[in-house]
T-cell receptor
Framework: EAQVTQNPRYLITVTGKKLTVTCSQN?????MSWYRQDPGLGLRQIYY???????DKGDVPEGYKVSRKEKRNFPLILESPSPNQTSLYFC???????????FGQGTRLTVV | QKEVEQNSGPLSVPEGAIASLNCTYS??????FFWYRQYSGKSPELIMS????GDKEDGRFTAQLNKASQYVSLLIRDSQPSDSATYLC???????????FGKGTMLLVSP
């Protein structure tokens, strides 16, 4: 089954404790993105990648890191999480920049 | 001007009515247009794509595109309570490498 898989689905952590949210897709898509979604603010792109080893900042990259060492994986790293990073996070993949995006199930992160 | 704009709603319609959701975009040369449905706390799921001017129908859903007016809409016929969700419009905008999403319109269908 074609899918985008994120883990974990739910995470509660403490301020400053490094964490990684994983994202994997099995559709051989070139593009992958990370978004955060907060009430009233819609989907905001954090980082995106157009191919292996090619990443770029989205609208709200501060406090986040990404890497794309393999085509199928695009982990999101929070090296020192803060409470303002409490949010619902989505990973998405697409064949190209103009094609439909497929979303993972989401990760609800709470930083206390 | 925001690149992709949607009325946040909520749009309230009675069961069985037609719901009309609208989206305007800033780039005159945009070529790809998508509608996503998102239930609260869930991930967006694609329901329609449209690339050419005119109407595209899929079951109870019709997408309408007018490139001259930079306007794309989604009609939902025979609305059901299960259609209650937030509907996101996504467009490819020049200068952006990935799709640009609107903030979404919340639709409430009352029984």
């Amino acid at each position: 089954e074609a899918q985008v898989t994120q883990n974990p689905r739910y995470l509660i952590t403490v301020t400053g404790k490094k964490l990684t949210v994983t994202c994997s897709q099995n559709m051989n898509h070139e593009y992958m993105s990370w978004y955060r979604q907060d009430p009233g603010l819609g989907l905001r792109q954090i980082y995106y990648s157009m191919n292996v080893e090619v990443t770029d900042k989205g609208d709200v990259p501060e406090g986040y890191k990404v890497s794309r060492k393999e085509k199928r994986n695009f982990p999101l790293i929070l090296e020192s999480p803060s409470p303002n990073q409490t949010s619902l996070y989505f990973c998405a993949s697409s064949l190209g920049g103009r094609t439909e995006a497929f979303f993972g199930q989401g990760t609800r992160l709470t930083v206390v | 001007q925001k690149e992709v704009e949607q009325n946040s709603g909520p749009l309230s319609v009675p069961e069985g009515a037609i719901a009309s959701l609208n989206c305007t975009y800033s780039d005159r040369v945009s070529q790809s247009f998508f509608w996503y449905r998102q239930y609260s706390g869930k991930s967006p799921e694609l329901i329609m794509s449209i690339y050419s001017n005119g109407d595209k129908e899929d079951g109870r859903f019709t997408a309408q595109l007018n490139k001259a007016s930079q306007y794309v809409s989604l009609l939902i016929r025979d609305s059901q309570p299960s259609d209650s969700a937030t509907y996101l419009c996504a467009v490819n905008i020049r200068g952006y490498s990935t799709l640009t999403f609107g903030k979404g319109t919340m639709l409430l269908v009352s029984p």
